[in-house]
């Protein structure tokens, strides 16, 4: 079992840039894929990013590509989403999540969810 806390959520202005970080507990890290979701208001929790237990493998959103990037670092337990040029319609929890399975945009294939970090970009 893994344990997800993430931080770095805040009030940004449109164009600015925020990095969320997501630290595991466990030894186990290094063998999960690692996720990002978002739910704003009203709306359904969707797929930001995802990265490969190595590092080595990255997915993202349509919506996000070319301004979010996802990394991960095994000594540090912890993953990160650089969000770069936001957007107002960038508003929304964020959420990490850990699976045991491919990497995939499917929130059913994560086992584990941290609590959320609040993202608000004003325009």
């Known amino acids: 079992q893994v344990q997800l806390v993430e931080s770095g959520g805040g009030l940004v202005q449109a164009g600015g840039s925020l990095r969320l970080s997501c630290a595991a507990s466990?030894?186990?890290?290094?063998?999960?894929?690692m996720g990002w979701f978002r739910q704003a208001p009203g709306k359904e929790r969707e797929f930001v990013a995802a990265i490969s237990w190595s590092g080595g493998s990255t997915y993202f959103a349509d919506s996000v590509k070319g301004r979010f990037t996802i990394s991960r670092d095994h000594a540090k337990n912890t993953v990160y989403l650089q969000m770069n040029s936001l957007k107002p319609e960038d508003t929304a929890v964020y959420y990490c999540?850990?699976?045991?399975?491919?990497?995939?945009?499917?929130?059913?294939?994560?086992?584990?969810w941290g609590q959320g970090t609040q993202v608000t970009v004003s325009s």
């Open positions: 466990g030894r186990t890290f290094r063998a999960y894929v």
């Open positions: 999540a850990a699976s045991h399975r491919t990497p995939g945009s499917d929130y059913g294939q994560y086992d584990y």
